[in-house]
């Protein structure tokens, strides 16, 4: 079975405050993809970041980075010196290559001024 | 101009009327889907298509009926809806099918509500 698994629903921080959006997944297959998007009020998703299951690397784009770690099943993602305009839902999906993306429940990020 | 364009952005409708959603791109994609995303569930994916056919139908009720006529364009026919279907209806659009390159390039979707 597939699964991605967001526990926290909301998170509430103070601008200029890291924060760290946990994803945790569940897969019996060895390739797959792992994805970050971004929901604001607006409501279109916005794509963030992609990883394959053989690319281990972390990374960071600007204020963004992404924790994969396949020994946890987790693919986390901290946002450095949070601003207001990243007061949106996050979700995180898992793909094993096939049409269905499993998508989790989402986190609801506040970041107040 | 956004890339994913859905009209409209909202809709009221009776359980007893037809309505079409709209959705088009023209970021060359080959791939457009349609995904429903009611509150407090996850995104549930209801159609795929490649290439202008239809390769996924993801045990939708036959009172959405998708239709796809061409690579730019999408459209989700409702009829006889039932007030559970009050949604956020997202069309989305990749490269290729699955969409494992870049992503989705979603549109800001259309509200539906059923009264």
């Known amino acids: 079975a597939q699964k991605v698994t967001q526990a926290q629903t909301e998170i509430s921080v103070v601008e200029k405050e890291d924060v760290t959006l946990d994803c945790v997944y569940e897969?019996?297959?060895?390739?797959?993809?792992l994805f970050w998007y971004k929901q604001p009020p607006s409501g279109e998703l916005v794509f963030l970041i992609r990883?394959?299951?053989?690319?281990?690397q972390n990374e960071i784009s600007g204020r963004y980075s992404w924790n994969f770690q396949k020994s946890t099943s987790s693919f986390n993602f901290t946002i450095t010196a949070s601003q207001v305009v990243d007061s949106a839902v996050y979700f995180c999906a898992l793909n094993t290559g096939g049409f269905k993306t499993i998508f989790g429940a989402g986190t609801r990020l506040f970041v107040k001024a | 101009e956004t890339g994913v364009t859905q009209t409209p952005r909202h809709l009221v409708m009776g359980m007893t009327n037809k309505k079409s959603l709209k959705c088009e791109q023209h970021?060359?994609?080959?791939?457009m889907y349609w995904y429903k995303q009611s509150a407090k569930k996850p995104l549930e994916l209801m159609f795929v298509?490649?290439?202008?056919?239809?390769?996924e139908n993801n045990s939708v009720p036959s009172r959405f009926s998708p239709e796809c006529p061409n690579s730019s364009h999408l459209f989700l026919h409702l009829h006889t809806l039932q007030p559970e279907d009050s949604a956020l209806y997202l069309c989305?659009?990749?490269?290729?099918?699955?969409?494992?390159?870049?992503?989705?390039?979603f549109g800001s979707g259309t509200r539906l509500t059923v009264v």
């Open positions: 970021l060359g994609h080959n791939a």
């Open positions: 990883r394959n299951s053989f690319d281990e």
């Open positions: 989305a659009s990749s490269q290729s099918a699955p969409p494992l390159s870049n992503g989705y390039t």
């Open positions: 298509y490649s290439l202008e056919e239809r390769v």
């Open positions: 897969t019996r297959d060895t390739t797959y993809y």
